[in-house]
């Protein structure tokens, strides 16, 4: 079995060098890095990873545990997530939960707690407190994105303030008539951030006056899709006399589907109706949809630099970063008539 | 340090039993795989993966590097495989590789030669002869979605056949000024399975005798978005006199951007232009998108299968899945006028 000496004298580097360029840890030039891999492949060395972890208790790997990948929030977050891992030497290894409950009991009694990750990410889920005992170990900190957990580092924007702030800029424009679309129809199969938007929402119309119209369209599922908001707001739209004259969708995916269905109702946006999402989604412009921006690319980042603090130090304050959001107004929203 | 046995003692379980429900592979009850979570997690046990792993030579990880998960081609894919592997009692290590060709020279120098996976699964990259010399070793078997890798076991629908199928759909429909859209307008930054997509148009145009009219309208960067078909489609349809009367997108996002910008221009689909896609997306029904179906889900369950089989023999054969297309006619595509 070649040694990490063989690779460096092959290459005709120092030790230090040739692990520098191994592990991808620490700056080495590109050619350099160039040699040691072939010095690495010529000998077939093979670094012990599994003694090296032994020996520090490390294993440089996260775990990462989040819903469905279709929603482009968590693609997004994902990506940023990965970037950041990958930059910093650490490899991701994957969880995600879209089939259904019985997969989610498997991984946290199961799975989860005995496995050797440096540290847990765990989005958008919100965990109850068996399963953050599962996830949570001193050696082990946790850093959550979107729903808050007892004990865990967090990063998420003010979903409350922003579907409040969505739901008022459309009540500023002179809207009544205001529909919430495309979250789950049953509040307990929503997921916190969802809640957490629907609360908002609320909260707007009543400090307006205009509780009584509270109206929330849900979808069958857990939401949050684009045919989602198409279904709802084709349900909202198709009677004449009571149709919206504004509509806030629980995510940009929503609002697009809801738009995508008003058109096919010969419904012209904004002139006959409003639209405002959450997200900044990437075909929010071709939409030219007003939403509110967030970032979740920059919200992955932010959650591995949460995690690297404690894993560099377990005494390391728990922190929970609220993520900037801000209101873009393009040309889905106009004055009510 | 606890042991099995300790953990086994006090859930009134077997060693074997206690094993299996910590190790999430071979059948136990949700009862009991809950009865030894619990003692495993009152005891603090920690099973040894490293040590295990030591002695086995197995990590029971499997490496999976894909490019940008913006695609739904992609998410898809990534959740089949990750759900398969998961019932397997395997952990995904992702590799995501849209941050730029700096980020791949260092994830085949650097990173996958030293990783101690027991295979990879690698879905819509092209790996050239260097990369793929990195990524296989006799102890780690390779699998490849879409293109295929010498030395590795593929799957893949027949992108050709999918594409010429479609443009074949448009011409027995009577269309001769047929365009396709949505891939890079650079030749050489087309993916592998994008290419061969333009070859299939291109060889059922020639095949009609349409040679002088293909039409490729490509995007800035990669291609396959909704942005890139809405883009290519605003330039193809702004001409009136150069209007093609169908449009064939790359994958279905390109065709509903084509789809949203005709809509916008006030060109009614299918009236006036027929539009097809390659894919069977979840956006596909929302707008009675004709299109090429395929099942990315399926196909990421098929690579792990493949993968197993050489896990667990090296010497199994490569195979080459060439998974199931079929043309699905909705109402985005009519005779030409």
Redesign the interface.
Known sequence: MSTIADVAARAGVSKATASR????RGYVS?DT??KV?DA??EL????H???F??ATGR?H?VGVVMP???R?FF??L??GI??SL?EQGY??????L??GA??R???F???L????FDGIIAAGIQPGPREL??ML?PDRPLVSVGPHAEGASSVSIDDFAAARIATEHLITLGHTRVAFVGTAADAAARSFVDGRRVEGYREAMASAGLGAGIRIVGAGSGGG???DG?AAAAELLGDRRARPTAIVGVCDEAAI?AI?AS?RLGIAVPAELSVVGIDDH??A???ALTTIRQRPREQGAEAVRLLQRRIADADAPIEHVVAASALVVRNSTAPAR
């Open positions: 360029a191994l592990s991808g590109e890095r160039r891999a690495a492949a077939a060395y093979v670094a990873s599994s003694a972890s032994l294993t790997t469905s990948l279709e482009w693609a997004e994902l990506a990965q970037e990958l490899d991701l290894t994957l969880y995600s879209d089939a019985n997969q009991v498997r991984l009694d199961g799975i707690p005995r496995k050797r005992e599962r170990r899709t684009t045919p198409y589907g995508i058109r990437q075909h412009e071709m939409f």
